[in-house]
């Protein structure tokens, strides 16, 4: 006997991790600020002030890549948004050169955008449903093909 409180496999999921040479960057930064503050106040002071910049950076960078794009039980997640698969239209993959034109100059303000800039390609999703302004969702990720892919899949099981 199933339990209802059962949640299928995702169709898709992926985690928007921040590259790992954000972390070498913020590390490298945080030796130069210690080196800095270490100079001018007590060492105990110092190692305090450092030791709590390094846990907001690593919250930072922890917060900022945990959004998720998950498609299960007919419904895409894309960050903190979620749209039912009887809304979603066309999901197109784009290369990098319409994924920047379509979030800079040729993004409609109505859109629902989930941008990473370290991730260089999209999938642009039309929503259909006549009561959402919204008309597309551009969804930054490292699998566009994939992803719209399986948008297009769970549309055609309706």
Do not use: C
Not at 29 to 35: R, S
Not at 90 to 103: P, W
């Amino acid at each position: 006997m199933k339990n209802s409180r059962f949640v299928s496999t995702p169709a898709y999921d992926e985690r928007l991790t921040v590259p790992l040479r954000w972390w070498v960057q913020g590390v490298m930064f945080l030796a130069t600020l210690w080196i800095a503050v270490i100079l001018w106040v007590p060492a105990a002071l110092a190692w305090g002030i450092t030791a709590a910049i390094v846990g907001l950076f690593a919250l930072a960078m922890i917060v900022y890549g945990n959004a998720r794009i998950t498609i299960a039980d007919g419904v895409l997640r894309a960050g903190p948004a979620r749209i039912e698969a009887r809304f979603l239209g066309e999901a197109v993959a784009l290369d990098e050169i319409d994924s920047h034109h379509l979030a800079g100059r040729d993004a409609d303000a109505r859109a629902y955008l989930l941008l990473r800039p370290y991730l260089k390609r999209a999938v642009r999703v039309t929503i259909e449903d006549p009561a959402d302004p919204t008309p597309y969702w551009l969804l930054f990720t490292r699998h566009p093909v994939a992803l719209a892919k399986t948008v297009n899949a769970l549309r055609a099981s309706l």
